[in-house]
């Protein structure tokens, strides 16, 4: 595996924000922020890879830089009883506990 470190972040950043909004675009717009405060939360595997608790916690930072709300980052096996599920990585969920974006 090749580390983070290794990887321009331009490269990395890009790579991120086009695995997050391509399923956003097809779906429509979500609610992560409202009025400066967190209304969703970033979902990632029960047993994350490296590469995806690197990229939920790069998300948590950019959301945060540009609106000012620290979005929580949890794993698949921690319910979520509202607000968007934003789920990144390997995730196991169903219907019940995540949103899916392309149906």
Known sequence: MIPATAIPRTIRLTALLAAVIAPVIQAGAIEMVREGKPVGTIVIPAQPLDV????????QYHIEMSTGARLPIVGENISVSTGTRMCLGR?????TNSEKFAR
Not at 91 to 95: L, T, V
């Open 52 to 59: 995806e608790a690197y990229a939920a916690k790069e998300l």
């Open 91 to 95: 995730n196991q969920g169903d219907e």
